[in-house]
T-cell receptor, first 114, second 114 residues
Framework: EAGVAQSPRYKIIEKRQSVAFWCNPI?????LYWYQQILGQGPKLLIQ????????DSQLPKDRFSAERLKGVDSTLKIQPAKLEDSAVYLC????????????FGDGTRLSIL | GNSVTQMEGPVTLSEEAFLTINCTYT??????LFWYVQYPGEGLQLLLK?????DKGSNKGFEATYRKETTSFHLEKGSVQVSDSAVYFC?????????????FGQGTELSVKP
């Protein structure tokens, strides 16, 4: 089966600019996660979707971050405006359903803020 | 809240050496415990898991036992190979499921020399 697809792989922007990341989960996976992995740290959940509804967005900085999964398949994560501390790898993961393991991870998007 | 603490890296070993990476957790109730591995430039992959006390997870020569009394889930391998060089993350999902989100430790980098 095809894995979780993410794009772009790398992105460099200046602070205060905006950026968007795309994720296509494994076919049939109802649950989609976005994690932020800052260098030297473990991934931290930003937002979790079940189909096109939000399950958990308690750690999402909503003043600058937004995410959507309009048709319950692929998803977009946006940052506007970006800050220096947003430099990180953004990982997308999917699973069959809420609470189902394992989560399957994409290769991530590495974001650098200048 | 729930948390995971791992031994700090990097850990450098010679090929065929014995590996232990320590992991302890804090959680109310009985979480499920996981080890994920991240090879350079790739996303995370599930290595092994244990869902209840005294369970032993194993895969590719790696083992970890869920120890409730010491709240630990240490990763071990009897003889490491150069190809095991990667970053290893201990993680948990909260008891009562809590949506299945993973809470990760900070990661331990392993480097195996020929």
């Amino acid at each position: 089966e095809a894995g979780v697809a993410q794009s772009p792989r790398y992105k460099i922007i200046e602070k205060r600019q905006s950026v968007a990341f795309w994720c296509n989960p494994i076919s049939g996976h109802a649950t989609l996660y976005w994690y932020q992995q800052i260098l030297g740290q473990g991934p931290k959940l930003l937002i979790q979707f079940q189909n096109n509804g939000v399950v958990d967005d308690s750690q999402l900085p909503k003043d600058r971050f937004s995410a959507e999964r309009l048709k319950g398949v692929d998803s977009t994560l946006k940052i506007q405006p970006a800050k220096l501390e947003d430099s990180a790898v953004y990982l997308c993961a999917s699973s069959l359903g809420v609470g189902e393991q394992p989560q399957h991870f994409g290769d991530g998007t590495r974001l650098s803020i200048l | 809240g729930n948390s995971v603490t791992q031994m700090e890296g990097p850990v450098t070993l010679s090929e065929e050496a014995f590996l232990t990476i320590n992991c302890t957790y804090t959680a109310t109730g009985y979480p499920s415990l996981f080890w994920y591995v991240q090879y350079p430039g790739e996303g995370l992959q599930l290595l092994l898991k244990a869902t209840k006390a005294d369970d032993k997870g194993s895969n590719k020569g790696f083992e970890a036992t869920y120890r409730k009394e010491t709240t630990s889930f240490h990763l071990e391998k009897g003889s490491v190979q150069v190809s095991d060089s990667a970053v290893y993350f201990c993680a948990l999902t909260g008891p009562y499921n809590q949506g299945g989100k993973l809470i990760f430790g900070q990661g331990t980098e392993l480097s195996v020399k020929p």
